[in-house]
Nanobody, 126 residues
Framework: QVQLVESGGGLVQAGGSLRLSCAAS????????MGWFRQAPGKEREFVAA????????YYADSVKGRFTISRDNAKNTMYLQMNSLKPEDTAVYYC???????????????????WGQGTQATVSS
């Protein structure tokens, strides 16, 4: 088990940027593949980006590809989501998650994650 805490959300104008952070509470952070998900008002939670345990592999939803960058610093037990060229459609609560599997790949399915942060709100105005 790992405790996760997101931060870095806020209000930004369309075209602007935000960087989200996800801090993990244990030194075995590097054992977990990680992901970012988001939930917009009135919508179901959806996959955003995933990263392997080492950080060597990443995968993005088509809606954010080319605009968002997922990364991790295992020495700091922290994962990041750099969000550029933000659109109003990106407005959501963003959640970080740690995968249940001990595999070395990247994972896009929500059911493969069993540890979740509390979420951080990102709001993009027109």
């Amino acid at each position: 088990q790992v405790q996760l805490v997101e931060s870095g959300g806020g209000l930004v104008q369309a075209g602007g940027s935000l960087r989200l952070s996800c801090a993990a509470s244990e030194r075995t952070f590097s054992n977990y593949a990680m992901g970012w998900f988001r939930q917009a008002p009135g919508k179901e939670r959806e996959f955003v980006a995933a990263i392997s345990r080492s950080g060597g592999s990443t995968y993005y939803a088509d809606s954010v590809k080319g605009r968002f960058t997922i990364s991790r610093d295992n020495a700091k037990n922290t994962m990041y989501l750099q969000m550029n060229s933000l659109k109003p459609e990106d407005t959501a609560v963003y959640y970080c998650a740690a995968a249940a599997t001990g595999g070395s790949g990247v994972y896009t399915r929500e059911y493969l994650y069993n540890n979740w942060g509390q979420g951080t709100q990102a709001t993009v105005s027109s």
